[in-house]
């Protein structure tokens, strides 16, 4: 148990599909992240959030959409995906983002599969 | 360009005997050091971390790990190899200073240790 937790495990979704990915931390942390893990490739980051606001987008496709309500949830909103986007999504957090020594933990992952 | 090196995608070890997994990396400044595992269908565990100090970190689950400025090395160590610690190990960096949101990871070692 990492504190992180993300859900669902696991989402097999159409190209034409509206779906969102679900991370809620209970750390107390103030930062979020978002990270896409695919085989045989560095883990890429998508975006960070800190004190609910985005700071970091990574040149994303719009069809992904963060959300972040809340310090302590974070969302990923998906929309006529493409099958190349079929991975592991990582949800993270760390305690906030100064001087970048604090820990990244993160949660299980969901792996989606796109059809 | 920032960037993190583990040279062997594999790592075979004996139960008993002492395993390194290798990680150099080519970051400005003086990043800070993460060591991560990912057990199968899982996400990312935080092993330890360098801050400063001490060339030698110790973490979780007897593993330890040696900074070498010099070499820009941070290479993964443990004295005696257990069946259990088979899993995806990844080394990863971050630039000091505000701003430094993304952690850099490597693609990553698959250790396997023989019973």
């Known amino acids: 148990e990492t504190g992180v937790t993300q859900t669902p495990r696991h989402l097999v979704m159409g190209m034409t599909n509206k779906k969102s990915l679900k991370c809620e931390q209970h750390?107390?942390?103030?930062?979020m992240y978002w990270y896409k893990q695919s085989a045989k490739k560095p883990l890429e980051l998508m975006f960070v959030y800190s004190l609910e606001e985005r700071v970091e987008n990574n040149s994303v496709p719009s069809r992904f959409s963060p959300e972040c309500p809340n310090s302590s949830h974070l969302f990923l909103h998906l929309h006529t995906l493409q099958p190349e986007d079929s991975a592991l999504y990582l949800c993270a957090s760390s305690q906030d983002l100064t001087g970048g020594m604090n820990t990244i933990y993160f949660g299980e992952g969901s792996w989606l599969t796109v059809v | 360009a920032q960037s993190v090196a583990q040279p062997e995608d594999q790592v075979n070890v004996a139960e008993g005997n002492p395993l390194t997994v290798k990680c150099t990396y080519s970051v400005s400044g003086n990043p800070y050091l993460f060591w991560y595992v990912q057990y199968p269908n899982r996400g990312l565990q935080f092993l330890l971390k360098?801050?400063?100090?001490?060339?030698l970190v110790k973490g979780s689950y007897g593993f330890e790990a040696e900074f070498n400025k010099s070499q820009t090395s941070f290479h993964l160590k443990k004295p005696s190899a257990l069946v259990s610690d088979s899993a995806l190990y990844f080394c990863a960096v971050r630039p000091r200073g505000t701003g430094a949101n993304n952690l850099f990871f490597g693609t990553g070692t698959r250790l396997t240790v023989i019973p």
């Open positions: 360098y801050i400063t100090g001490d060339n």
């Open positions: 750390l107390g942390h103030n930062a």
